[in-house]
């Protein structure tokens, strides 16, 4: 029966319907929309370097299980790009602020990290670390998400926020939790084309990265 013919007076509630053919319906604009995944496997970085462009207003990308190869003190980190992933050394300020706590209490802290310490930039060009995440223990991992604004305006920089939750182990003070919160700006009027993640050393040795479009 085709939806076009139907008629509430001519429908028996008691009867079951088949319905055939194909029915789209219009004007329904979901908020946003998978355009790529990355799975690592000792993988040195993971590069979004296609579909970044003037088609979405923010992109937004989220990380799941993210493991470090290496033992001790690997940062995830994150770089953009002005000419299609060739290099990853755009300029960024940042404020970052933070939360954790060790297993048995052995210490604890909500920190904020302005723009010229380790962790947060004055229009440096290296990698922006997004949490401290560890090392290579079976159970340490990272997840979280980037959101990226307006990444092809060449009139404006390219803000972006992130928020990182991981679970690290420290050889002093054991395993500890971590709430990592990173607010900046990419500090340049070019579109941002492409997406870098790695860890400050060593290589991803597990987890996936997705990349969403919002309108």
Same mark, same amino acid.
């Given at each position: ?49 296609? !579909? ?6 923010? *992109? ?45 209490? !052995? ?6 990290? !302005? ?37 092809? !305006? ?30 900046? *700006? ?30």
């Amino acid at each position: 029966m085709a939806l076009s013919k139907i008629q509430p007076a001519s429908m028996d509630l008691t009867a079951n319907y088949a319905f055939t053919g194909t029915n789209s319906i219009s004007g329904v604009d979901y908020p946003e929309k998978k355009l790529a995944t990355l799975t690592a496997s000792s993988s040195a970085t993971l590069n979004f370097t296609s !579909s970044i462009d003037n088609t979405y207003n923010i *992109y937004k990308f989220r990380w799941v299980n993210i493991h470090p190869s290496h033992n001790q003190d690997a940062q995830w980190s994150f770089q953009g790009s002005t000419d299609s992933g060739s290099n990853y050394n755009t300029a960024m300020v940042t404020t970052v602020f933070r939360a954790y706590h060790f297993e048995g209490d !052995s210490g604890a802290a909500l920190q904020s990290r !302005s723009r010229d310490s380790e962790e947060g930039q004055s229009g440096e060009t290296a990698y922006q670390p997004l949490g401290y995440q560890g090392g290579a223990v079976a159970d340490e991992n990272c997840s979280g998400e980037l959101f990226l604004f307006n990444p092809s !305006s060449t009139t404006f920089v390219k803000h972006f926020l992130c928020r990182n939750a991981a679970q690290g182990y420290d050889s002093g003070s054991g395993g500890f939790q971590q709430d990592y919160h990173v607010a900046g *700006y990419f500090n340049t009027t070019s579109a941002i084309d492409a997406i870098s993640f790695k860890f400050s050393t060593g290589n991803i040795d597990s987890g996936t990265i997705e990349m969403y479009g919002i309108n």
